[in-house]
């Protein structure tokens, strides 16, 4: 099966925002908080939300804004305040924060070979290219970094780039807090690229620094792996999926229980090959929790383009970019024992202003509160930035 890049993601959403359906009633608790208009305050969130301790969200655009992209703040009366990049282009990840409430994130584009970006953003809103990507002749130390960053205690960052290295086919790097990159791992050592190929979500790190991750692509059968990365270096396939019945192209990464449990989504695949919610255990079985699109018309959602969240309780939270009642995508809960719930069917109105197409995955706050972005629709057709109340 050949892979969907991000530019035919981008052709989904595009061919999704001009559908327009007939108002119809849908019972939730659902607020628009914003609704973005392109130009000055940024468009197309491809990336999700983080909430600070006073409450306000924090993400990216990838389009709109002076250049090409933002960062944006969301307080919680609804006032939005942005940065557009002067050096990286076409943020697609979100941000992550630290103590100082410095952001910290990447852009797929721009710097200063054109191959993306790593940045860190004061909260005055001073911009510091950390590190410019570089692929070719010269270099290998990764391009295009599509999924964002995360942070150890030191302030050193680690992702993932989805293409360049070694072989061509994506890295997982690290940036010291001064600035140095260093390439732990390049995909595509291995015959036929089974350790994994076109890492394109972002990474979790366990107590003893090792990191996991997926792959979109690559592994034994080519539909993409969840691996994992040893502080020294050394990669281990956890899973390789086989696209059916198990699922294909896990694009969103995965989140980990304290049993070490991994749970994430395959953006297709499964037994109706439109998606999966899956379990995978520390020791490597895979159990497929929901296979999507199960009845005609696809009301459950197909497409979850993003990974999933986790509660207390063992429920897996998360978003499919097409498919509901109105075939705009949906905000889905799961259970444990693998009872999917769509908790929101997006595009409700004629013109989509409840958002249409949300590829990011959720944040939920403490009181249970799910909030998102979508990548189109809103008042302006530009995506929107939600909240749910399941």
Known sequence: MTPIRLSSVATIVAACATMLVPPLAQAQTYKVLYSFQGKP?????????????????????KEGGVNYGTVFALSKTGTETRYSFSNGAFPLAGVIQDANENLYGTTEGGGSNGQGTVFELTKTGTETLLHSFCYGSTCSDGANPVAGLIRDKKGNLYGTTEYGGTYGKG????????????????????????????PIAGLIRDVQGNLYGTTEDGGSSGHGTVFKLSKAGNETVLYSFQGEPDGGLPYGGV??????????????????????VFELSKTGTEVVLYSFCSQSTCPDGWAPYAGVIRDAKGNLYGTTIQGGKYGQGTVFKVTSAGTETALYSFCSQSGCPDGASPGAGLFRDKKGNLYGTTTAGGTHSWGVVFMLTP
């Open 171 to 198: 890295t997982v790097f690290e940036v010291s807090k001064t600035g140095t990159e260093t390439v732990l791992y390049s995909f595509c050592s291995q015959p036929s690229c089974t350790d994994g190929e076109y």
């Open 41 to 61: 305050d940024g468009g197309a969130p491809y990336a999700g939300v983080i909430q600070d301790a006073k409450g306000s969200l924090f993400g990216t655009t």
């Open 255 to 276: 989140t980990r229980d304290i049993n070490g449990n991994f749970y994430g989504a395959t953006e297709s695949g499964g037994a109706y090959n439109h998606g999966t």
